[in-house]
């Protein structure tokens, strides 16, 4: 069975940075078969796909935070990262990753994906 594991939240000044990391295991296949999902809720607020990365690399972002957020991926690690810069007050949230066994499609969907992880905490203050 699929686990994912984040760390790396925490609270923030805005215009700071951090980075997110996201550990699975139990992949029925190399983690390279599979695509990943970085997703956000914020309280009251429905989830939503921050960053995207396929099987075969492509990434997606959503408007809100591309050119300063980065997904990657080190599947020797088996391991998602999210690399997030220029935070701002909006970015307050708890972050979720996910992974799918095989493609998904863009932009990104929470019923596109099987697996989650139970999130980190976000928190950044003006």
């Known amino acids: 069975q699929v686990q994912l594991v984040e760390s790396g939240g925490g609270s923030v000044q805005a215009g700071g940075s951090l980075r997110l990391s996201c550990a699975g295991s139990g992949y029925t296949y190399s983690a390279t078969y599979y695509s990943m999902g970085w997703f956000r809720q914020a309280p009251g607020k429905e989830r939503e796909g921050v960053a995207g990365i396929k099987n075969d690399e492509r990434t997606n972002y959503a408007d809100s935070v591309k050119g300063r957020f980065t997904i990657s991926r080190d599947d020797s690690k088996n391991t998602l990262y999210l690399q997030m810069n220029s935070l701002k007050p909006e970015d307050t949230a708890m972050y979720y990753c996910?992974?799918?066994?095989?493609?998904?499609?863009?932009?990104?969907?929470?019923?596109?994906?099987?697996?989650w992880g139970r999130g980190t905490q976000v928190t950044v203050s003006s």
């Open positions: 996910a992974a799918q066994y095989g493609g998904v499609s863009f932009p990104l969907r929470s019923g596109y994906f099987d697996h």
